[in-house]
Protein backbone atom coordinates (compact mmCIF):
# COMPACT_ATOMS: atom_id res chain seq x y z
CA UNK A 1 0.00 0.00 0.00
CA UNK A 2 1.32 3.20 -0.96
CA UNK A 3 1.39 6.37 1.17
CA UNK A 4 -1.51 8.18 -0.44
CA UNK A 5 -3.41 4.81 -0.13
CA UNK A 6 -2.35 4.30 3.45
CA UNK A 7 -3.11 7.93 4.54
CA UNK A 8 -6.57 7.63 2.72
CA UNK A 9 -7.47 4.25 4.03
CA UNK A 10 -10.97 4.43 4.71
CA UNK A 11 -11.73 7.76 4.42
CA UNK A 12 -15.11 9.15 3.79
CA UNK A 13 -14.04 12.09 2.27
CA UNK A 14 -10.49 14.33 0.99
CA UNK A 15 -10.04 17.74 0.94
CA UNK A 16 -8.82 17.96 -1.54
CA UNK A 17 -6.84 14.54 -2.82
CA UNK A 18 -4.15 16.94 -4.57
CA UNK A 19 -3.35 18.61 -1.37
CA UNK A 20 -3.42 15.55 0.24
CA UNK A 21 -1.40 13.77 -2.51
CA UNK A 22 1.38 16.38 -2.21
CA UNK A 23 1.52 15.45 1.58
CA UNK A 24 1.97 12.16 0.41
CA UNK A 25 4.86 12.33 -1.29
CA UNK A 26 7.27 13.61 1.66
CA UNK A 27 4.79 12.45 4.75
CA UNK A 28 8.15 12.42 7.11
CA UNK A 29 7.65 14.92 9.65
CA UNK A 30 4.62 15.86 8.79
CA UNK A 31 2.13 16.91 11.77
CA UNK A 32 -1.44 15.58 11.62
CA UNK A 33 -4.06 16.42 14.78
CA UNK A 34 -7.38 15.35 15.93
CA UNK A 35 -9.21 16.99 18.43
CA UNK A 36 -10.92 15.40 21.40
CA UNK A 37 -13.35 16.82 24.29
CA UNK A 38 -12.07 14.86 27.15
CA UNK A 39 -14.91 12.25 27.92
CA UNK A 40 -12.89 10.33 30.46
CA UNK A 41 -13.23 7.25 28.54
CA UNK A 42 -12.58 5.95 24.74
CA UNK A 43 -15.26 4.71 23.54
CA UNK A 44 -15.22 3.14 19.46
CA UNK A 45 -15.74 6.31 17.91
CA UNK A 46 -13.03 7.69 19.46
CA UNK A 47 -10.87 4.61 18.72
CA UNK A 48 -12.10 4.71 14.94
CA UNK A 49 -10.26 8.19 14.20
CA UNK A 50 -6.97 6.79 16.62
CA UNK A 51 -6.92 4.18 13.94
CA UNK A 52 -6.96 6.51 11.44
CA UNK A 53 -3.88 8.33 13.16
CA UNK A 54 -2.34 4.68 13.69
CA UNK A 55 -2.63 4.87 9.76
CA UNK A 56 -0.73 8.13 9.09
CA UNK A 57 1.98 7.67 11.64
CA UNK A 58 2.68 4.41 9.56
CA UNK A 59 2.86 6.83 6.74
CA UNK A 60 5.97 8.61 8.71
CA UNK A 61 3.57 11.54 9.91
CA UNK A 62 3.66 12.96 13.65
CA UNK A 63 0.41 13.14 15.48
CA UNK A 64 -0.79 15.75 17.76
CA UNK A 65 -3.76 14.50 19.50
CA UNK A 66 -5.63 18.00 21.16
CA UNK A 67 -7.10 17.36 24.56
CA UNK A 68 -9.73 20.06 24.40
CA UNK A 69 -10.09 21.13 27.72
CA UNK A 70 -11.48 24.75 27.30
CA UNK A 71 -13.58 23.33 24.37
CA UNK A 72 -15.33 21.05 27.00
CA UNK A 73 -15.82 23.88 29.61
CA UNK A 74 -17.22 26.11 26.99
CA UNK A 75 -19.69 22.47 26.22
CA UNK A 76 -20.31 22.94 29.89
CA UNK A 77 -18.82 19.42 30.85
CA UNK A 78 -17.32 20.64 34.20
CA UNK A 79 -14.68 22.49 36.10
CA UNK A 80 -11.08 22.81 34.94
CA UNK A 81 -10.11 20.36 37.44
CA UNK A 82 -12.64 17.33 36.42
CA UNK A 83 -11.80 18.38 32.41
CA UNK A 84 -8.40 17.78 33.26
CA UNK A 85 -8.55 14.41 35.28
CA UNK A 86 -10.82 13.04 32.55
CA UNK A 87 -8.09 14.20 29.58
CA UNK A 88 -5.55 12.62 31.28
CA UNK A 89 -7.83 8.97 31.65
CA UNK A 90 -8.12 9.66 27.64
CA UNK A 91 -3.66 9.75 27.27
CA UNK A 92 -3.42 7.00 28.46
CA UNK A 93 -5.83 5.07 27.08
CA UNK A 94 -5.07 6.46 23.17
CA UNK A 95 -1.29 5.05 24.04
CA UNK A 96 -2.65 1.51 25.17
CA UNK A 97 -4.62 1.40 22.06
CA UNK A 98 -1.77 1.24 20.08
CA UNK A 99 -0.63 5.11 19.16
CA UNK A 100 3.20 5.39 19.31
CA UNK A 101 4.14 7.31 22.46
CA UNK A 102 7.53 8.36 20.92
CA UNK A 103 5.72 10.59 17.65
CA UNK A 104 2.40 11.65 19.23
CA UNK A 105 2.32 14.49 21.31
CA UNK A 106 -0.53 15.51 23.50
CA UNK A 107 -2.07 18.69 23.94
CA UNK A 108 -4.12 20.46 26.02
CA UNK A 109 -6.07 23.34 24.80
CA UNK A 110 -5.38 25.35 27.75
CA UNK A 111 -1.58 25.51 26.98
CA UNK A 112 -2.40 28.13 24.21
CA UNK A 113 -6.36 28.88 24.37
CA UNK A 114 -5.74 31.12 26.56
CA UNK A 115 -3.14 33.41 25.47
CA UNK A 116 -3.63 36.92 24.27
CA UNK A 117 -2.36 36.28 20.35
CA UNK A 118 -5.16 33.49 20.01
CA UNK A 119 -7.62 35.19 21.86
CA UNK A 120 -7.55 38.47 19.50
CA UNK A 121 -7.42 35.75 16.61
CA UNK A 122 -10.66 34.60 17.76
CA UNK A 123 -12.44 37.88 17.92
CA UNK A 124 -11.21 38.47 14.83
CA UNK A 125 -12.79 34.79 13.44
CA UNK A 126 -15.85 36.23 15.57
CA UNK A 127 -16.22 39.65 13.53
CA UNK A 128 -16.01 38.42 10.48
CA UNK A 129 -18.20 35.07 10.83
CA UNK A 130 -21.85 35.48 10.14
CA UNK A 131 -23.96 33.92 13.08
CA UNK A 132 -25.17 31.94 10.61
CA UNK A 133 -21.97 30.79 9.36
CA UNK A 134 -21.22 29.83 12.75
CA UNK A 135 -24.36 28.00 13.79
CA UNK A 136 -23.90 26.01 10.85
CA UNK A 137 -20.88 25.13 12.22
CA UNK A 138 -22.07 24.38 16.26
CA UNK A 139 -24.65 22.13 14.61
CA UNK A 140 -23.00 18.94 15.96
CA UNK A 141 -21.56 20.35 19.23
CA UNK A 142 -25.07 21.87 20.22
CA UNK A 143 -26.94 18.19 19.75
CA UNK A 144 -30.09 19.19 21.47
CA UNK A 145 -28.94 21.61 23.80
CA UNK A 146 -30.46 25.56 23.85
CA UNK A 147 -27.95 27.05 22.04
CA UNK A 148 -25.32 28.98 23.74
CA UNK A 149 -22.98 31.86 23.05
CA UNK A 150 -20.10 29.60 24.08
CA UNK A 151 -21.22 27.10 21.32
CA UNK A 152 -20.35 29.57 18.63
CA UNK A 153 -17.18 30.19 19.57
CA UNK A 154 -16.09 26.80 20.09
CA UNK A 155 -16.31 26.06 16.34
CA UNK A 156 -14.36 29.36 15.65
CA UNK A 157 -11.47 28.09 17.99
CA UNK A 158 -11.37 24.52 16.34
CA UNK A 159 -10.74 26.35 12.89
CA UNK A 160 -7.90 28.44 14.99
CA UNK A 161 -6.22 25.08 16.52
CA UNK A 162 -4.97 24.00 13.48
CA UNK A 163 -3.29 26.88 12.67
CA UNK A 164 -1.56 27.46 16.20
CA UNK A 165 -0.91 23.55 16.36
CA UNK A 166 1.06 24.27 13.26
CA UNK A 167 -0.20 20.86 11.11
CA UNK A 168 -0.40 20.01 7.96
CA UNK A 169 -3.29 18.04 7.60
CA UNK A 170 -7.03 17.77 9.74
CA UNK A 171 -8.53 14.67 10.73
CA UNK A 172 -11.73 14.31 12.23
CA UNK A 173 -15.06 12.29 11.85
CA UNK A 174 -17.74 13.61 9.19
CA UNK A 175 -19.68 15.42 11.84
CA UNK A 176 -16.16 17.65 11.98
CA UNK A 177 -16.22 18.87 8.58
CA UNK A 178 -18.64 22.04 8.77
CA UNK A 179 -16.22 23.35 11.05
CA UNK A 180 -13.35 21.75 8.96
CA UNK A 181 -14.68 24.05 5.91
CA UNK A 182 -14.74 27.17 8.59
CA UNK A 183 -11.10 26.80 8.53
CA UNK A 184 -10.31 26.59 5.13
CA UNK A 185 -12.88 29.48 4.37
CA UNK A 186 -12.52 31.94 7.16
CA UNK A 187 -8.52 31.39 8.12
CA UNK A 188 -6.88 32.36 4.77
CA UNK A 189 -8.33 35.93 5.14
CA UNK A 190 -7.42 36.59 8.39
CA UNK A 191 -4.54 39.37 9.45
CA UNK A 192 -3.82 37.36 12.11
CA UNK A 193 -2.02 38.45 15.71
CA UNK A 194 0.90 35.09 15.59
CA UNK A 195 3.78 34.20 14.05
CA UNK A 196 1.58 30.80 12.43
CA UNK A 197 0.99 30.16 9.04
CA UNK A 198 -2.82 31.14 8.20
CA UNK A 199 -3.42 28.87 5.58
CA UNK A 200 -6.08 26.94 4.60
CA UNK A 201 -4.98 22.81 5.78
CA UNK A 202 -6.54 19.91 3.72
CA UNK A 203 -8.67 17.56 5.68
CA UNK A 204 -10.03 13.87 5.88
CA UNK A 205 -13.08 12.85 7.51
CA UNK A 206 -13.56 9.74 8.91
CA UNK A 207 -16.88 7.76 8.74
CA UNK A 208 -19.41 7.54 11.32
CA UNK A 209 -20.76 4.40 12.54
CA UNK A 210 -24.35 3.40 12.46
CA UNK A 211 -26.45 2.24 15.61
CA UNK A 212 -25.53 -0.32 16.88
CA UNK A 213 -28.72 -1.67 17.68
CA UNK A 214 -31.05 -0.61 14.43
CA UNK A 215 -28.71 0.17 11.77
CA UNK A 216 -30.46 3.81 11.25
CA UNK A 217 -28.54 6.95 12.30
CA UNK A 218 -25.13 7.14 14.08
CA UNK A 219 -24.13 5.38 17.27
CA UNK A 220 -23.95 7.78 20.18
CA UNK A 221 -22.14 7.23 23.50
CA UNK A 222 -24.88 9.31 25.12
CA UNK A 223 -27.32 7.48 23.81
CA UNK A 224 -28.56 3.39 22.91
CA UNK A 225 -25.74 1.00 22.36
CA UNK A 226 -21.93 1.96 22.25
CA UNK A 227 -18.54 -0.12 22.97
CA UNK A 228 -15.84 1.31 24.92
CA UNK A 229 -12.77 0.77 27.37
CA UNK A 230 -14.76 0.53 30.18
CA UNK A 231 -16.56 -2.81 28.42
CA UNK A 232 -15.75 -6.43 29.71
CA UNK A 233 -15.40 -8.89 27.97
CA UNK A 234 -18.29 -10.01 28.61
CA UNK A 235 -20.33 -6.79 27.93
CA UNK A 236 -18.67 -6.61 24.50
CA UNK A 237 -20.24 -10.30 23.48
CA UNK A 238 -23.33 -9.13 25.29
CA UNK A 239 -23.71 -6.14 22.42
CA UNK A 240 -22.20 -7.32 19.68
CA UNK A 241 -24.58 -10.76 19.86
CA UNK A 242 -27.41 -8.29 20.44
CA UNK A 243 -25.96 -6.02 17.45
CA UNK A 244 -28.29 -5.46 13.87
CA UNK A 245 -26.26 -7.82 11.38
CA UNK A 246 -28.68 -8.82 7.95
CA UNK A 247 -26.56 -10.80 5.58
CA UNK A 248 -26.00 -8.10 3.29
CA UNK A 249 -23.89 -5.08 3.40
CA UNK A 250 -26.85 -3.01 2.04
CA UNK A 251 -29.46 -3.33 4.04
CA UNK A 252 -33.31 -2.55 3.50
CA UNK A 253 -34.96 0.66 4.95
CA UNK A 254 -36.74 0.18 8.15
CA UNK A 255 -40.40 0.09 8.53
CA UNK A 256 -40.53 3.66 8.81
CA UNK A 257 -38.48 4.18 5.68
CA UNK A 258 -35.18 4.86 7.88
CA UNK A 259 -31.82 3.71 5.73
CA UNK A 260 -30.03 1.21 7.82
CA UNK A 261 -26.12 0.27 7.35
CA UNK A 262 -24.98 -2.99 8.52
CA UNK A 263 -22.92 -1.51 11.93
CA UNK A 264 -21.27 -5.01 12.63
CA UNK A 265 -19.83 -5.26 8.79
CA UNK A 266 -18.62 -1.06 9.27
CA UNK A 267 -16.63 -2.17 12.36
CA UNK A 268 -14.76 -5.15 10.35
CA UNK A 269 -14.14 -2.66 8.33
CA UNK A 270 -12.95 0.20 9.83
CA UNK A 271 -11.60 -1.16 13.04
CA UNK A 272 -10.69 -4.44 12.79
CA UNK A 273 -8.95 -5.19 9.51
CA UNK A 274 -6.76 -2.03 9.60
CA UNK A 275 -5.17 -3.35 12.65
CA UNK A 276 -5.38 -7.27 12.13
CA UNK A 277 -3.24 -8.83 8.91
CA UNK A 278 -5.73 -11.80 9.09
CA UNK A 279 -9.09 -12.42 11.08
CA UNK A 280 -9.78 -15.74 11.83
CA UNK A 281 -13.52 -16.58 12.11
CA UNK A 282 -13.86 -19.46 14.38
CA UNK A 283 -16.27 -22.50 13.23
CA UNK A 284 -16.55 -26.37 14.41
CA UNK A 285 -15.89 -28.43 11.84
CA UNK A 286 -19.02 -29.98 11.81
CA UNK A 287 -20.04 -26.33 10.50
CA UNK A 288 -17.06 -26.02 7.96
CA UNK A 289 -14.56 -25.04 10.13
CA UNK A 290 -12.77 -21.92 10.42
CA UNK A 291 -12.45 -18.99 8.28
CA UNK A 292 -9.88 -16.94 6.92
CA UNK A 293 -10.01 -13.41 5.64
CA UNK A 294 -7.43 -11.36 4.42
CA UNK A 295 -9.31 -8.65 3.73
CA UNK A 296 -12.77 -6.77 4.41
CA UNK A 297 -13.87 -7.59 0.68
CA UNK A 298 -13.69 -10.86 1.07
CA UNK A 299 -15.48 -11.23 4.72
CA UNK A 300 -18.34 -9.07 3.14
CA UNK A 301 -19.23 -11.40 0.50
CA UNK A 302 -19.21 -14.57 2.42
CA UNK A 303 -21.49 -12.63 4.47
CA UNK A 304 -23.64 -11.84 1.89
CA UNK A 305 -23.33 -15.54 0.02
CA UNK A 306 -24.57 -17.26 2.91
CA UNK A 307 -21.06 -18.95 3.36
CA UNK A 308 -20.23 -16.70 6.89
CA UNK A 309 -23.32 -16.50 9.13
CA UNK A 310 -24.24 -13.73 11.00
CA UNK A 311 -23.79 -15.42 14.21
CA UNK A 312 -20.52 -16.60 13.64
CA UNK A 313 -19.06 -12.97 11.94
CA UNK A 314 -20.32 -11.20 15.50
CA UNK A 315 -18.63 -13.63 17.68
CA UNK A 316 -15.53 -12.91 15.81
CA UNK A 317 -16.05 -9.26 15.70
CA UNK A 318 -16.64 -9.49 19.75
CA UNK A 319 -13.16 -11.42 19.88
CA UNK A 320 -11.15 -9.10 18.04
CA UNK A 321 -12.70 -5.94 19.95
CA UNK A 322 -12.00 -7.30 23.60
CA UNK A 323 -8.32 -7.90 22.05
CA UNK A 324 -8.33 -3.98 21.06
CA UNK A 325 -9.70 -2.92 23.82
CA UNK A 326 -8.11 -5.10 26.60
CA UNK A 327 -5.22 -3.18 27.16
CA UNK A 328 -7.07 0.05 27.78
CA UNK A 329 -9.40 -1.83 29.73
CA UNK A 330 -6.28 -2.22 31.69
CA UNK A 331 -5.33 1.14 31.68
CA UNK A 332 -8.46 2.01 33.44
CA UNK A 333 -8.34 -0.52 36.25
CA UNK A 334 -4.96 0.51 37.34
CA UNK A 335 -6.07 4.22 37.91
CA UNK A 336 -8.87 3.41 39.79
CA UNK A 337 -6.88 1.34 41.55
CA UNK A 338 -4.78 4.59 42.38
Do not use: W
Request: aromatic content about 8%; hydrophobic content about 35%; overall charge negative.
Amino acid sequence: MDAYDLITRNATEVVTEDEVRALAEEPEGKRVYVGYEPSGVLHIGHMLTATKLIDLQEAGFEVVVLLADVHAYLNDKGTFAEIRETAERMRDQFLAYGLDAESTEFVYGSEFQLDEEYVLDTHELELSTTLNRAQRAMAEIQGGDTAKVSHLVYPLMQALDIVYLDLDLAVGGLDQRKVHMLHREQVPAMAGESDHTYEARPCIHTPILADLDTGVGKMSSSSGTTISMEDTAEDIDDKINGAFCPPTRDPEPDDDGNERENPVLEIFEYSVFPRFDTVVVERPEQYGGDLTYDDYESLAADLESGELHPADAKGALADYLNELIAPGREVLAALDDE
